[in-house]
């Protein structure tokens, strides 16, 4: 007998076992079923590609609890709404389809795409030419953030690219058109630093590129309102719960980089990202340079939150 009471032939076993699932090719749900990820294509006419047709959603599950499935399908849904695409299946049904990805896979820490769009149609841009919409639910292994990330907090700047007008492509629908925060992105990129920091047309701050901003001033925990031009972030919605539970003054409001620059803390928050705290905005030093208290008090209430609350894989 070997460590912990098994034998070299079970040890073995698990080994093989583990080796199987290591190898073993992603499942893609793709449309109404489960497929291999060789075979999970879609046509070249699919307006999702030709267009950017489409909308989207990033999920995470944490140790078999799926974070927020309801509030990720309840947003997708409205997104599909205005664009007037019908997705090809009930709400009940696209989070049965969620969890079997889930299971088929053998993840319990996973992110999950889940995407839909116009479906396939001819050359032109009219979605009447597409009959169905495509659809199909990806969960991998989460690629976690560099910790460096967290225990050294970001360095972030803003960028010339401007956040959609609301009245344009409004960025409260989660499309498959991200070029405007690709462009931020790439910005970002080229001045070294680690994510962009979007203003709207009048200057204001909006968010990052695929993240929700906040700035902490005393007792104050502030972020903008969703007219400025933001995605209205499942993450987000649940910090200013946290925030308002620790006795925080939590509110929605129009501010500037001056308010950034001059705040105690900030941070950025996403479904990948969750809480990442800022340290540097434009080259001036927020606060002490470090990330913040009620920063790292909002993170560890997040990750309480998260390993209790979701739905089950079963
Ligand atoms: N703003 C934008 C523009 C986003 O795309 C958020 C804010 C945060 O929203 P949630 O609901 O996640 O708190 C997002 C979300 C990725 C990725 O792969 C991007 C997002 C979510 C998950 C993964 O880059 N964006």
């Known amino acids: 007998m070997s460590r912990k009471g098994q034998s070299t032939q079970q040890l073995n ?3 093989i076992q583990q080796h199987k699932w290591a190898y073993m090719s992603l499942k893609i749900f793709l449309n109404d079923h489960l497929v291999d990820k060789n075979d999970a294509t879609v046509s ?15 999920i995470r599950s944490y140790d078999g609890l799926v974070f927020k499935l309801k509030e990720h399908l309840d947003r997708l849904f409205e997104s599909a709404h205005t664009l007037m695409l019908e997705i090809p299946m009930p709400k009940d049904a696209l989070e049965k389809a969620v969890i079997l990805t889930l299971k088929a896979n053998g ?3 996973a992110y999950i795409r889940l995407v839909v769009t116009r479906g396939s149609g001819d050359l032109g841009l009219d979605p009447r030419k597409c009959k169905k919409a495509t659809l199909f639910i990806i969960a991998d292994k989460i690629a976690l953030y560099p910790r460096d990330y967290y225990e050294k907090g970001l360095k972030i700047a803003t960028v010339p690219t401007v956040r959609n007008h609301p009245e344009a492509l409004n960025p409260q629908l989660k499309t498959l058109n991200y070029l405007n925060n690709i462009l931020a992105k790439i910005e970002a990129t080229n001045a070294g630093v680690d994510e962009a920091i979007l203003l709207n047309a009048q200057g204001h701050v909006t968010e990052c590129t695929g993240e929700n901003i906040f700035y902490v001033d005393g007792k104050k925990l502030v972020t ?15 910090v200013m719960r946290l925030g308002a539970e620790a006795g925080l003054d939590v509110s929605e409001e129009v501010f500037t980089r001056h308010d950034l620059y001059t705040a105690d803390e900030v941070f950025l928050t996403g479904t990948a990202a969750e809480i990442v705290p800022v340290v540097r905005i434009d080259n001036r030093m927020i606060g002490s340079g470090k990330p ?10 997040f990750h309480k939150v998260t390993s209790k609350e979701g739905v089950r894989i079963r």
């Open 44 to 58: 070249v006419f699919d307006h999702g590609l030709l267009y950017g047709d489409g909308v989207f959603e990033g």
């Open 13 to 15: 076993n698990s080994t």
């Open 292 to 301: 913040g208290k009620i920063t790292l008090a909002l993170t560890r209430a």
């Open 107 to 109: 993840l319990k820490d």
């Open 224 to 238: 903008p309102p969703p007219y400025v031009g933001i995605l209205k972030g499942i993450t987000r919605d649940t």
